[in-house]
DNA sequence: CTAAACTTGACCATTTTAGTCAGGTATGTA
DNA sequence: TACATACCTGACTAAAATGGTCAAGTTTAG
């Protein structure tokens, strides 16, 4: 399973972006500052949301980053696809000898995980950025 | 977040003993051969779900282990934090310059990740290793 | 034409993971 | 009482993942 800082930090910064992208492309240097993510690794981050089409980029001087959908149709799903966070509990890897316990048989937790998986799966699927905004609103600066 | 093989071993092997300890004590060396993981490791497992009261040691020749409580008491939760597998999406150290922003306020994803820690612990918390064993009857041996 | 901003890719220190290894200690059975 | 079996403990480590940094661009508004 993995979902560490770089999808947190996507997340993070796709809110910000959202709540200042209503008139000009937000610049990366800003959110940096912003949300205290260092500008290299946002670029690492950026480069795949926009691979992924969340983002749009607009360059130049006065350039930056601009949604490239609505927040209500951006799931956390999408976002952290994006970022390669895949939630995966189980790699029981078919061929390898290792994984699922080298058996024909799936291994004896194997439902569990597969479960466990829809479970957080469906939580990032009802998720937009749109609810991350409206869920944020009180302690808007 | 972490949710490695430590904790998908711990509950493979729980499942395997809690099948075969109606009579005997279960060696960790037969858990070792039916499920696929190291000896050695398997004692470090043991080790700390036996300090959690999960399962009970016996020693001496024909010696191995027991489930201490009802596999319907026995949660998954328990089993993860004996192993110190805590769930936990969020680490914003309330110290740190680091983390959570390094400012006052909590991070604007903050409540987002609470929410999912919930969601998880909560499956985590409604599924006993006496779920597991039923959902692995048709395959039982 | 130049500064701001995006773009790409290589690189790396640290931490975590998933164990191994070596040496115990306890105890049932012969 | 010997001894094999099985638990018990702690140190160690190779490999992978994490969380970045660094360098060298390209693009375009002004």
Redesign the interface.
Known sequence: ????SKG?YA??AL??LARFDNINPVSLRDISLR??ISLDYLEQIFSKLKKNEIVKSIRGTQGGYVLNKNPNDIKLTNIFNAVDEKVK??QCKKESKKGC???A?????H???D??EI??NT?FEN?SLKD?LN??KE?RV
Chains 1, 2 share one sequence.
């Open positions: 399973m993995k979902l560490t947190r997340v993070m809110v910000d949300q205290g509990t189980v316990n080298g058996k048989t799936k291994c004896i937790t439902n569990l995980w479960e466990l479970h957080i939580f998720k991350l869920n944020n302690t």
